[in-house]
């Protein structure tokens, strides 16, 4: 089929296999770097916002909590304030009312929590089991479905690392009576030393930076389409004015004179390749010329 083809054809055929090999291979590895440039911008969000939660937490720790501590011995009721759960969740509910904020999440998302807002779904509970069962394992990421919302997330374990913990946490008796008082006796007990009990996970809007990457990635394949569209017509015109349209003339002189017309010229000024054919066609019809006049006298 193709040696029937015209040279024209058979280098558009060529150009084309190259283009659309050249946009597949530029769109696989484009949309790849995309990728990982939007789930890179993700985990900066992810990681300054965990990070936040986490002097929170230190500053609740060791400022609020000494201050308010002896209140949980003599209210009637519990001051949640002074504990660092508390404390982040609280802030980070706050910034949440920013809009631009409203689809970002931050859970201690824990197994058996005193206060059930933060009971892990089933979704946390096997994170917070895989940091069990992998102990060197210090943090995880990946997508999930939120209410309204894909999101990304990373999640760290959280662990008792203070036995100053245990006092609200380790049996009913232990406890302070406010928190009895409120939280009663079913929940947030049994915890043990280094025991990991919780995950830390913060959770950002994926849809919108996906969909940036996905746009940014068309309109890049779509320069890339047009810049190698033009390529391709600048090489079919330069190819049809310096080679076919010759060739075509060469081939046309060539059959004229093949009839016997010998009024009639190879003509091509050029010093390329063609040119240099179009004068070696035009020795051979002078030596025809002359073998003819020479076998006709």
């Known amino acids: 089929m193709l040696k029937d083809a015209k040279l024209g054809t058979k280098f558009n055929l060529f150009l084309m296999t190259v283009f659309i090999g050249g946009i597949l291979v530029s769109g696989i590895a484009l949309s790849r770097v995309l990728e990982q440039a939007a789930q890179q911008e993700m985990t900066s969000r992810a990681l300054l916002l965990i990070q936040s939660m986490n002097s929170v937490r230190t500053y609740t720790s060791e400022h609020i909590n000494p201050l308010l501590a002896p209140r949980v011995e003599t209210e009637p009721t519990f001051t949640p304030e002074t504990v660092p ?10 910034l949440r009312k920013n809009s631009d904020y409203s689809n970002f999440f931050y859970k201690e998302a824990t197994l058996n929590p005193t206060n059930l807002r933060d009971k892990a779904d089933d979704f946390e509970a096997k ?24 999101s990304f997330y990373i999640a760290r374990p959280l662990a008792i690392t203070k036995e ?25 007990f049994g915890w043990k030393l280094n025991e990991i009990v919780a995950a830390q996970v913060i959770s950002v809007p994926s849809g919108e930076i996906l969909n940036n990457a996905q746009r940014s990635l068309s309109l ?55 040119g240099a054919l179009s004068k070696a066609f035009g020795r051979m019809k002078s030596s025809y010329e002359i073998a003819m006049k020479f076998i006709n006298q």
């Open 164 to 188: 100053s913990c245990l006092q609200c946490h380790s049996t009913p008796e232990a406890a302070p009576k406010s928190q009895i008082t409120t939280y009663g006796t079913e929940n947030g």
């Open 85 to 94: 759960a508390y404390a982040a969740t609280e802030v980070f509910e706050d």
């Open 220 to 274: 890049v394949m779509g320069i890339l389409i047009a810049i190698f569209t033009i390529v391709i017509l600048l090489i079919n015109l330069l190819l049809r004015r310096t080679i076919i349209r010759r060739i075509r003339r060469m081939s046309k002189v060539a059959h004229e004179v093949s009839t016997g017309k010998m009024d009639i010229d190879f003509v091509d000024d050029t010093n390329d390749e063609i």
């Open 127 to 150: 994170l917070v089991e895989r940091f069990r069962s992998e102990p060197g394992l210090k943090e995880l990421s990946g997508f999930r479905s939120l209410p309204g919302t894909e």
